[in-house]
Structure formats: structure tokens, C-alpha cells
């Protein structure tokens, strides 16, 4: 995932353009896991690398960067230290690592966690060359290793279901008319295999964080929005088969995968302003529609969702540019989630009974990562924003998929 500064601003402007121009646009079944006995039950202390409790971490863990510069609306920019945090379902967090102001590891921006929970994968923006410089963190020891892509070539995330290769896009992105080969690369940046030619991809990916072609558990298969739906293309090069979704003309993302046998995909809406959610069978059957179309009220478009004991819970884009929650019940009005303290949210990950949220100022940056139960109203701060810091620009959660 990219730096916030960058992150906001593609919000806003994605959030303005997909009100004005949309039409010419474009079983995770697991709770909460038991606390490990060297949990951090404190929102303002962090535990060291060597309390982390290697052995439970996996679905609802998710690595973090935050960022203690300074910047915002009547602040003097002061470069800070860059930490990278292990946070646990229950709240507490683990300072893995943390770089000085002005380091070149300051500046890289986290894109991925390998399966195996082993390894995080960083990029830094592309040279003069346009080459995009690759790095890998042993998460256990500290040793980085790297490698420069092609020119055109931008690294999306580790393969799956452990991590053993990193799936990459060539190409230009920027409109649905874009055409982008998806890639594997090994772990030292050759290429191994180009998997499939795919027109229309990235036409939301990247507003919402999500990689713009997830791969399922297994790691044999992975989808890819185009212009009139999804494309199932294998691991081992080649598309299986095409899944357009009924209506859209005008492009659709990928999301995740729902269940072993369906996509989650966010789809362009006619003249609405902003996306729709269907899920999208892999064999081709007809895809059923999960939210409706958004004509009205705070929520613009739907572009993630969130299947909690407790109803469904989807990302949208609201007013001005902002992100909203809201809760989807299965027939009637769409109720919006408000999460204190923030002005703008966004859902991350998920157990069974709570959000992991992104809590994100206005005018002034400062992003905390909490939970959130949405039924309990009860929050738990994983990690807090000091005074007029970037706080959290980045989170990469442990493998994301279906429902919770």
C-alpha cells in the first residue's frame, strides 16, 4: 500500500472524478484469536520484536507503517522516523522496526506480506530510468534484499498462498482503455512468466488499497478487473475464463475472493456516481448483485465489503472526497457506521465481531488504526496519532478473504 500523503490525494480526486464523469469512466471464517500472554492490553505501549508470538500470527494480524513527520495545515514539515508495527486482533501492536528520518528505508512504501508471514515486500518510487526498486524485509532478522523491475513495470504483492514469487503489472495505468500484463517475478526480480494481457485493469484498484488482481487461497488462480467484468487467469500463464458482470460498460476491480467459488468485484454503475458490489461466480453462472446502486444519501459507491455476525459492512466513497462505512442490511436502507474521532474511515480487515479501521483527519493528517465493534460501539486503539504527525501510512493485513 502507498505513503497516506499520496493515498488521500488519490481518495479525493477519485472520489470527485467518480462523481462527475462515472459514466464516461470508468470464507474468511475466523474470529478473533486467543491473546498470546505477551499481548499488549495498552493502546500507548508497544511490544518489542522479540514478544511477537510467531507461531499464532495469521488471519487478523496486519503489518503497519507510521510516520512521525509533522506536516499539515499551519505546521512547519519536519521529517520524522518511519516504524513498522505487527499488530494482533485483540489491539496490542509490536515495534518491529524502526528507520531515522531522511533514511532511504523512510521513504519506501509497503505493498505486501508473504503468506508465510515471513517476509514484507516495500517499493520506493521508480528512478529517472522509470524502474521501480523492489526490497524485501526479513521480518524475523532485519536483512533486506532488492532488485530493480523493467521500466513500466510495477510490483503488485506477494503470490499465494506462502509468498515464493511477487505478481507485477507491465504497462501504462490510467484509463479503461489501458492494456496490462500481469507478471510473476521470482524473489530476486527475474521474470518467470507472463500470465495474461488484461484491458480496463486498475480502474479502482489502488483508491481502495486492495491489489488490483488477488489470487485465491490456494494461490492457483487470480482475477483481474476489464471493462465489462472480471477475467480468471491461472498462476501457470493463460485465462481460464472470462466473467462479465450484467450492465457495466465501463469497468470493474477485483476486490477479493468471497469463497473458494466466488469474486468479490466493485463495478461502474451507469450514470450513478460511483461503484457498485456483485459477486461473481468463477464458473460463469450469472453474478448476483451484493449492494445496490447508490442514488442518494451519504454513500456514493460501494468498493469493499465486510461480512461480520453482525450484518454487512461496506467501504464507500462519500461527499468531497471522503470514505465512509456503512451498514448494508439484506433488504432496506444502508445505516452509516460512525467511528469516533474520525473524519473520514476506512475498513481494512476484520474478525468476526470487529473492524480494523483506518481513523483519518481532515485537514491536518494524523491516521490511528483501531478496532472497531460496530454493534458494541466499542473501540480498542492499536495505534495511536501524536500531534500533528502523518501517524499510520500503510497497512498490509495477513491474506483478506470472504466473509468472517
Request: glycine content about 12%; charged content about 15%; aromatic content about 8%.
Given at each position: 500500500?502507498?505513503?497516506r500523503?499520496g493515498?488521500l490525494?488519490?481518495h479525493a480526486?477519485a472520489?470527485?472524478?467518480?462523481?462527475a464523469?462515472?459514466a464516461a469512466?470508468?470464507?474468511?471464517a475466523?474470529?478473533?484469536?486467543?491473546?498470546?500472554s505477551?499481548?499488549?492490553a495498552?493502546?500507548?505501549?508497544?511490544?518489542?520484536?522479540?514478544?511477537v508470538?510467531w507461531s499464532k500470527?495469521g488471519p487478523g494480524w496486519a503489518l503497519?507503517?507510521y510516520?512521525a513527520?509533522?506536516a499539515?495545515?499551519g505546521?512547519?514539515?519536519?521529517?520524522?522516523?518511519t516504524?513498522?508495527?505487527?499488530v494482533?486482533?485483540?489491539g496490542?501492536?509490536?515495534?518491529?522496526?524502526t528507520?531515522?528520518?531522511?533514511s532511504?528505508q523512510s521513504?519506501?512504501?509497503?505493498?505486501?506480506?508473504?503468506?508465510?508471514t515471513?517476509?514484507a515486500?516495500?517499493s520506493?518510487l521508480?528512478g529517472s530510468?522509470?524502474r521501480?526498486?523492489?526490497?524485501?524485509?526479513q521480518?524475523r532478522?532485519?536483512?533486506?534484499?532488492?532488485?530493480?523491475?523493467?521500466?513500466?513495470?510495477t510490483?503488485v504483492?506477494?503470490?499465494r498462498?506462502?509468498?515464493?514469487?511477487?505478481l507485477?503489472e507491465k504497462?501504462t495505468l490510467?484509463?479503461?482503455?489501458?492494456t496490462?500484463?500481469?507478471?510473476r517475478?521470482?524473489?530476486?526480480?527475474?521474470?518467470q512468466?507472463?500470465?495474461?494481457?488484461?484491458?480496463g485493469?486498475?480502474l479502482f484498484?489502488?483508491?481502495?488499497?486492495?491489489?488490483?488482481a488477488p489470487?485465491n487461497?490456494?494461490?492457483?488462480k487470480?482475477?483481474a478487473g476489464t471493462?465489462?467484468?472480471?477475467v480468471?487467469?491461472?498462476?501457470a500463464?493463460?485465462?481460464?475464463r472470462?466473467l462479465?458482470?450484467?450492465?457495466v460498460?465501463f469497468g470493474c476491480?477485483?476486490?477479493r475472493w468471497w469463497?473458494?467459488?466466488?469474486?468479490l468485484?466493485?463495478?461502474?454503475v451507469?450514470?450513478e456516481?460511483?461503484p457498485?458490489?456483485w459477486?461473481?461466480?468463477?464458473n460463469?453462472?450469472?453474478?448476483?448483485?451484493?449492494t445496490p446502486p447508490?442514488?442518494?444519501?451519504?454513500?456514493l459507491?460501494d468498493?469493499?465489503s465486510?461480512?461480520?455476525?453482525s450484518g454487512?459492512y461496506v467501504?464507500?466513497?462519500?461527499?468531497c472526497g471522503t470514505l465512509?462505512?456503512?451498514?448494508q442490511?439484506a433488504?432496506?436502507?444502508e445505516?452509516?457506521?460512525?467511528?469516533p474521532?474520525?473524519?473520514?474511515?476506512?475498513i481494512v480487515?476484520a474478525t468476526k465481531?470487529?473492524l480494523m479501521?483506518?481513523?483519518?483527519?481532515?485537514c491536518?493528517?494524523?491516521?490511528?488504526?483501531?478496532w472497531?465493534?460496530p454493534t458494541?460501539?466499542t473501540?480498542?486503539?492499536?495505534?495511536?496519532?501524536?500531534?500533528?504527525q502523518e501517524?499510520?501510512t500503510?497497512?498490509?493485513p495477513w491474506?483478506?478473504?470472504?466473509k468472517?
Amino acid at each position: 500500500m502507498t505513503r497516506r500523503a499520496g493515498f488521500l490525494r488519490r481518495h479525493a480526486i477519485a472520489a470527485v472524478a467518480i462523481v462527475a464523469a462515472a459514466a464516461a469512466a470508468v470464507g474468511l471464517a475466523v474470529p478473533a484469536l486467543a491473546a498470546p500472554s505477551s499481548r499488549i492490553a495498552s493502546a500507548d505501549r508497544a511490544g518489542t520484536a522479540a514478544a511477537v508470538p510467531w507461531s499464532k500470527v495469521g488471519p487478523g494480524w496486519a503489518l503497519a507503517t507510521y510516520s512521525a513527520t509533522h506536516a499539515g495545515e499551519g505546521v512547519k514539515p519536519k521529517a520524522g522516523a518511519t516504524t513498522l508495527y505487527l499488530v494482533d486482533p485483540q489491539g496490542g501492536r509490536y515495534k518491529l522496526f524502526t528507520w531515522p528520518a531522511h533514511s532511504s528505508q523512510s521513504g519506501w512504501y509497503l505493498l505486501g506480506w508473504s503468506g508465510d508471514t515471513t517476509r514484507a515486500l516495500f517499493s520506493s518510487l521508480p528512478g529517472s530510468a522509470g524502474r521501480q526498486h523492489v526490497y524485501q524485509l526479513q521480518l524475523r532478522t532485519g536483512k533486506v534484499t532488492s532488485f530493480r523491475l523493467p521500466a513500466k513495470v510495477t510490483a503488485v504483492g506477494y503470490t499465494r498462498p506462502d509468498g515464493l514469487n511477487i505478481l507485477a503489472e507491465k504497462g501504462t495505468l490510467g484509463n479503461g482503455n489501458s492494456t496490462i500484463t500481469l507478471q510473476r517475478y521470482s524473489l530476486a526480480g527475474q521474470l518467470q512468466t507472463s500470465l495474461a494481457a488484461v484491458k480496463g485493469l486498475d480502474l479502482f484498484a489502488g483508491i481502495s488499497g486492495i491489489p488490483s488482481a488477488p489470487y485465491n487461497s490456494g494461490g492457483t488462480k487470480l482475477a483481474a478487473g476489464t471493462s465489462n467484468g472480471l477475467v480468471l487467469i491461472s498462476n501457470a500463464g493463460g485465462v481460464i475464463r472470462k466473467l462479465p458482470v450484467p450492465g457495466v460498460k465501463f469497468g470493474c476491480d477485483a476486490v477479493r475472493w468471497w469463497s473458494s467459488s466466488t469474486i468479490l468485484a466493485s463495478c461502474s454503475v451507469g450514470n450513478e456516481p460511483g461503484p457498485q458490489l456483485w459477486l461473481v461466480p468463477v464458473n460463469g453462472a450469472k453474478p448476483k448483485a451484493q449492494t445496490p446502486p447508490r442514488t442518494s444519501g451519504f454513500d456514493l459507491g460501494d468498493f469493499n465489503s465486510w461480512q461480520l455476525s453482525s450484518g454487512l459492512y461496506v467501504d464507500g466513497f462519500g461527499a468531497c472526497g471522503t470514505l465512509v462505512i456503512g451498514r448494508q442490511p439484506a433488504h432496506g436502507k444502508e445505516h452509516r457506521v460512525n467511528v469516533p474521532g474520525a473524519a473520514s474511515s476506512l475498513i481494512v480487515d476484520a474478525t468476526k465481531s470487529q473492524l480494523m479501521v483506518e481513523r483519518i483527519n481532515g485537514c491536518n493528517p494524523g491516521v490511528s488504526l483501531v478496532w472497531f465493534n460496530p454493534t458494541m460501539k466499542t473501540m480498542k486503539i492499536a495505534i495511536p496519532v501524536g500531534k500533528n504527525q502523518e501517524g499510520v501510512t500503510g497497512v498490509a493485513p495477513w491474506f483478506i478473504s470472504g466473509k468472517y
